[in-house]
């Protein structure tokens, strides 16, 4: 099967725990465990916060037992949940989702890196320094480190994650002698609903895009990716239930509205937590900044975007041009939002790019498509409700961002059908045609 996708890599070098479930866990475990869990159990009581963390989890294996699905049914290369939906459905609709997941996984280095700035708030001789000039100084060590390339990022990974653990070790060892009855409704304050919590609760749960962005570099991922991505998700839903639990029990809703130190003050060795805030969001940044260019190296290899995109710039593996737009595009959000203020943007991005994964399998799944031959299969009924899902919780956030997100994706999927990209390989709508005939013999 000819392709035009870039094969990523010179060699595939990484395997399932190093290349698609620790830089998921990462990215799952970060800005928002840390700084916001606790501000959302807070605003929507205990089991507020339960069913918010269980229905975005929801959306989240949906969509991995969807994706999982693709891609085991062809040999996965580089551009993540682009390549899957442009090998499916075609050059135009994978564009067109292409290109604003290219910049929500820009966006969220921003998202990540201003989290980090806000937590180091803390630090006295980090305080007094500007916000954003210091976020824009972690911004382009992290193009950097980027530039150089993913082997030196994924090494370092590791003890980001020993950090992590032994951050949340310390948190759910605090507390044992001071365990209260929960606040188990909501207490919203102005302007704030359970649809606002949700949107900005959302992101934790996007962290299965590293993996599969990281498809390009990885030995087998037609393994790599179900296995991990699965296990990634099932394993950080505990931890965030666990943590609400932990929050409801130890502090009032007010605390936690007011106070994002509120996990310092639980936890039984207070440092590890500011440990564990730097490792988390550093690490989830960072594996953004690695995924965003891969995307956008695919897009543009594709010829959807600029070829000058894809130029990796004298490098055998890491696409470098993308690399400096993505940090361009990094360091433009850093000066113009907070924490809260870009967490619904990313949250629309991703909820639609989710969203149309679940849509390809869902179609693919329901046509027949003879090409279509997943070794980890999944009944219809899972994309769909993955996809109602994703479009429902969409309109429920924010109606009117939701019509202008879908205008965009169709304005874009329009400009590509009118430049006729052709693309070498068969997609569903081949196969749509083959169980027409097939059905009217």
Known sequence: MAETAPSGTATARFGTFAGVFTPNVLTILGIILFLRTGWVVGQAGLLGALAIILLANSISLLTGLSLSSIATSMQVKAGGNYYLISRSLGLEIGGAIGIPLYLSQAISVAFYIIGFVEAMSAVPWLGTLDPQVLATSVALLFVGIA??????ALKIQFGILAILVAALLSFFAGGWGSIDSPTLAASYTDGVSFWVVFAVFFPAVTGIEVGISLSGDLKDPSRSIPRGTIASILVTAVVYVLAAVWFATHADPMTLILNTAAMSEIALVPVLILGGVAASTLSSALGSVLAAPRTLEAVSTDRVVPRWMANRMGSPTEPRAAVLLT?????????AGDLDVVAPIITMFFLNTYGMV????????AVGNPSFRPTFSVPVLVPALGALGCYGAMFLINAPATVAAIVVTYGIYFLLRRRALAGTWGDVRSGVWTSLARFAL
């Open 147 to 152: 530039y150089v390339g993913a082997d030196f």
């Open 327 to 335: 940090g361009a595009v990094a360091v433009g959000v850093i000066w």
């Open 358 to 365: 679940n849509l390809v399998a869902a179609i693919e799944k």
